[in-house]
């Protein structure tokens, strides 16, 4: 028990190590999101800042012009709701006239169980920070039943708080692995290492309507391209530990055997599992139902993982992004959407 222990230990503290090693960034940019964590305590237990406030990316010349977005897990909505009201109402459109109570409630029962606040005013930068629940939180990191918080933790972050506790670290460590292996699904025998960190980049914006119109459409490219090493920190451990992987330089030749496949696929969060079989049309609990999947064509695999993806992001997106709207109010959202027009242009421009 004692060895069993040492050793879950050990691979926390590896994480912690890694992610902090991949989250470098400047003592001044370090300081202000600390300082704003801060701020928002107490009730955070984990906290981390992303995106191209913090990152550098393809096409920004400052990240020091650009809006910082926060995640916040909190202990309890209501309670945290209630103290933010308080401190900075402003914060909050005219839905702050819900109260605390309406607000958690409105927070935990539409869209992927996150609301944020946007284009908030602090110490002379903006910032952007949404609130979950605990509870959702390590839902969609193990179940991916919204793949909203999921597939924005897929990508480097800086975090500031909590990943030395367990009930954080192993869900954040859980779902990278499961990026890997739907991504590996999705993808030929061999490939290159970019290829797979773009396709584990791409994951959460497949199926999202704001890709259509919203979006730099050279967005993913511009997150991985520029933080390949991030990635690489972030991963390569993760690639080691997985059985039918074999890296080779800056390529990666799968193992096709079905049987090993078939071992994988059981490894997968529940909800994109059970899309995946019903896109087969298989019933695990049928008695041929390893022979019936080994049977299958790796492109009618990768067609059914695709969808299962694609429509677990449609449905979370597509609400988040009504109640996004919502939550930041009329000239908020304007702003907000207007920026996002820029930068879908500015990508257009690029190509």
């Given amino acids: 028990m004692m060895l069993v222990e040492k050793r879950t230990k050990n691979l926390t503290c590896n994480l912690i190590i890694k992610v902090r090693k991949m989250s470098i960034v400047d003592s001044e940019t370090k300081n202000y999101l600390s300082n704003v964590v801060s701020a928002f305590s107490p009730g955070i237990r984990y906290a981390c800042a992303y995106g191209s406030g913090v990152f550098k990316q393809s096409g920004h010349q400052s990240i020091k012009d650009n809006m910082i977005d926060f995640i916040f897990v909190v202990n309890d909505a209501f309670s945290w709701h209630q103290q933010t009201l308080k401190k900075y109402p402003d914060h909050y459109s005219i839905v702050k006239r819900l109260g605390p109570k309406g607000l958690s409630d409105y927070q935990r029962s539409f869209g992927a169980g996150v609301f944020f606040n946007t284009c908030v005013e602090f110490d002379d930068r903006l910032i952007k920070y949404g609130i979950i629940d605990m509870e959702m939180f390590v839902d969609d990191l193990l179940e991916w039943k919204d793949l909203y918080i999921a597939g924005r933790l897929h990508k480097p972050v800086y975090t500031l708080k909590g990943l030395d506790n367990p009930l954080i670290e192993k869900p954040f ?22 290829e797979l960190f773009i396709k584990i980049a791409s994951l959460s914006y497949t199926g999202d309507p704001r890709m259509i119109v919203g979006e730099d459409k050279g967005k993913v490219r511009n997150i991985v391209t520029p933080n390949i090493e991030k990635f690489h920190t972030l991963y390569d451990p993760i690639l080691k530990n997985i059985s039918n992987i074999n890296v080779n330089n800056s390529s990666i030749i799968q193992d096709m055997d079905p049987l090993q ?19 087969l049309n298989l019933n695990n609990k049928a008695k041929d139902f390893q ?8 492109e009618k695999i990768k067609e059914s993982f695709a969808k299962a993806v694609s429509d ?16 930041a109010g009329v000239q908020k959202s304007l702003y907000y959407g207007g920026q996002k027009m820029k930068k879908m242009f500015k990508g257009l421009i690029r190509k």
Avoid: G, Y
Wanted: with cysteine.
């Fill in 261 to 279: 496949r078939f071992e994988l696929l059981q490894e997968l969060p529940k909800n994109l599992n059970t899309l995946v079989l019903r896109n």
């Fill in 312 to 327: 677990i992001v449609r449905s979370s997106s597509t609400t988040q992004t009504i109640k996004n709207s919502t939550t």
């Fill in 173 to 194: 460590s859980a779902n990278l692995k499961s990026a890997v292996l739907t991504s590996i699904f999705l993808l030929d025998e061999k490939c290159s290492m970019e």
């Fill in 291 to 298: 022979k019936r999947f080994i049977d299958l064509s790796n």
